[in-house]
T-cell receptor, first 114, second 112 residues
Framework: GAVVSQHPSRVICKSGTSVKIECRSLDFQATTMFWYRQFPKQSLMLMATSNEGSKATYEQGVEKDKFLINHASLTLSTLTVTSAHPEDSSFYIC??????????FGSGTRLTVV | DQQVKQNSPSLSVQEGRISILNCDYTNSMFDYFLWYKKYPAEGPTFLISISSIKDKNEDGRFTVFLNKSAKHLSLHIVPSQPGDSAVYFCAASASGGNQFYFGTGTSLTVIP
């Protein structure tokens, strides 16, 4: 159990365009979704936390208007990087969580903005 | 199906003793492995890694062992300290590192 699907796994986009990353919990309902990003040689950094049906809570330094998070259902959350710039190039990982469940992670999305 | 498994959800160890956290994987294409540590209310932090060309990597009190034939890796913490109490995740990737597969974590408690 606890299967998570995140896609795309890799995306290259032009500067100024938007990219949407999807994260699905396939066999459980995630009440909470965490979104992380990881820059090279650094640890995972929490970007935001969202609960189903409510607005996401963003960590300090993360622009909420740039990184749009939608957690409309208990099995799907999306992260949209709007007006992407080269400095947004990173590795993005979702982590759906259900109460009393172990931690689960998506397989990650490598975003390259050119 | 889970490609990376941590079958022990929790582990308790006395301070000063060795902590051994285990991780199994199913995909023989995995060639790079990492361990993360996570404190409550914080994101996971990178701890130590190992590539498949090695069977051991050591960093201070932390040593990771890789047994490719058994598709098994373990993290040894010696000596264990109360500050090591956290959730530990192993993660694996295939060549290129574009996708990482995480285990579900083992909660380590080091008892003073």
């Amino acid at each position: 159990g606890a299967v998570v699907s995140q896609h795309p796994s890799r995306v290259i986009c032009k500067s100024g365009t938007s990219v949407k990353i999807e994260c699905r919990s396939l066999d459980f309902q995630a009440t909470t979704m965490f979104w992380y990003r990881q820059f090279p040689k650094q640890s995972l950094m929490l970007m935001a936390t969202s609960n189903e049906g409510s607005k996401a809570t963003y960590e300090q330094g993360v622009e909420k208007d740039k990184f749009l998070i939608n957690h409309a259902s208990l099995t799907l959350s999306t992260l949209t990087v709007t007006s992407a710039h080269p400095e947004d190039s990173s590795f993005y990982i979702c982590s759906p969580r259900k109460d009393n469940y172990g931690y689960t992670f998506g397989s990650g999305t490598r975003l390259t903005v050119v | 199906d889970q490609q990376v498994k941590q079958n022990s959800p929790s582990l308790s160890v006395q301070e000063g003793r060795i902590s051994i956290l285990n991780c199994d994987y199913t995909n023989s294409m995995f060639d790079y492995f990492l361990w993360y540590k996570k404190y409550p209310a914080e994101g996971p932090t990178f701890l130590i890694s190992i590539s498949s060309i090695k069977d051991k990597n050591e960093d201070g009190r932390f040593t990771v062992f890789l047994n490719k034939s058994a598709k098994h890796l373990s993290l040894h913490i010696v000596p264990s300290q109360p500050g090591d109490s956290a959730v530990y995740f192993c993660a694996a990737s295939a060549s290129g590192g574009n996708q990482f597969y995480f285990g579900t974590g083992t909660s380590l408690t080091v008892i003073p």
